[in-house]
């Protein structure tokens, strides 16, 4: 006889499907039961506001979270740079598998890489972080480019560039792998460059606090490292007391002199959308062992961002 399903709550979008049914699979593994995928429509899927103004993709994440609450699903997969950095006390992120790349790219007409787009060249992106990178390189390469913010699923975001009505769009490559459209990338983006949101292209898997069977289950699936890493970035965002939709990228990885790993770096960027003004800084310090380590990590990285003016950066918290 097999054993009762377990519920796997998730968003109806391509990518939350994509990511959902890879996780369902994994998970299948690790505790041997079948997972049957429970589809939750959210204000956010069907408002055509724009999403900052209905409170970022916070809303997504909140009725994922209510349907975990209500008993009505047993976990739920989140895509770590959407979830907001407070976690409440009867939920655990009792996985967060191993991260893939982290980095943002462009889909540009004509087969473009960031450094052949032309002066005045029309960029499709809502994300302030992205906007305030892009035209801080302009700034930097004496050339213009027009951030435009848009938003919509990924193929909706890349049809703007098949249509004619942008150069380009910048995505996560991390999506774009999940939805198996990563070949239609022109460019992928130096951190240098542009540094990516706190936690991308890691995924959360979320369960109730007292489900110990299956938070010990799920366990199976963490990743260490990548723990590690996304809790010193979302550190840095709570200590710089600013959302997912703030101008904020970060990036922890690990150093090593060629034989073995000897230290975490964690780099942050804050800066105006205009790109005028960054505050970029890094630090790096023992691989964090705990919990606490990591956070005092992205904590101490926000203490100096702060001491060089990112709050006056971050600007008006409602667009
Ligand atoms: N903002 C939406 C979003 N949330 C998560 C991803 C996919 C990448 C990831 O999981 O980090 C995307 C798409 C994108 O930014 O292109």
Do not use: W
């Not at 959360?204 to 809790?231: G, N, S």
């Not at 205009?274 to 606490?292: A, F």
């Amino acid at each position: 006889m097999t054993e009762k399903a377990l519920r796997l709550g998730t968003r109806r979008s391509k990518l939350a499907m994509a990511q959902s049914g890879q996780v369902a699979d994994a998970v299948s593994q690790v505790t041997g039961r079948p997972v049957e995928l429970v589809e939750i429509t959210t204000y956010g899927d069907v408002s055509r506001e724009h999403l900052a103004q209905i409170g970022g993709t916070g809303v997504f994440v909140a009725a994922l979270r209510e349907a975990l609450a209500r008993g009505e699903v047993d976990f739920a997969v989140h895509s770590l740079k959407d979830l907001p950095t407070a976690q409440p006390d009867e939920l655990v992120l009792a996985a967060i598998p191993e991260r893939e790349d982290p980095r943002d790219v462009i889909i540009a007409r004509d087969a473009l890489k960031l450094t052949d787009l032309p002066r005045g060249a029309r960029i499709g992106t809502g994300s302030p972080r992205r906007m305030a990178q892009l035209n801080a390189y302009a700034r930097a390469h004496g050339t213009d480019i027009e951030t435009v913010p848009i938003r919509g699923n990924v193929d909706t975001r890349i049809g703007y560039v098949a249509k004619g009505d942008l150069d380009a769009v910048v995505l996560a490559a991390a999506g774009l792998n999940r939805i198996g459209r990563s070949d239609e990338v022109t460019d992928f983006l130096s951190v240098d460059t542009v540094l990516p949101a706190p936690g991308q292209g890691a995924l959360a898997i979320e369960c109730a606090a007292d489900d110990a069977d299956l938070v010990a289950a799920l366990a199976e699936l963490d990743d260490p490292f990548t723990r590690a890493a996304v809790t010193a970035e979302r550190s840095l965002l709570a200590a710089l007391e600013a959302g997912c939709s703030a101008p904020v990228g970060a990036l922890a990885d690990l150093l090593d002199d060629g034989q073995a790993v000897k230290e975490m770096r964690l780099r942050g960027v804050v800066g105006t959308t205009d790109g005028s003004t960054l505050v970029q800084l890094s630090t790096t310090g023992p691989v964090p062992e705990t919990h606490e380590a990591a956070t005092a990590l992205g904590r101490g990285l926000a203490t100096e961002m702060l001491a060089q003016g990112a709050a006056g950066l971050m600007g008006e918290r409602a667009l």
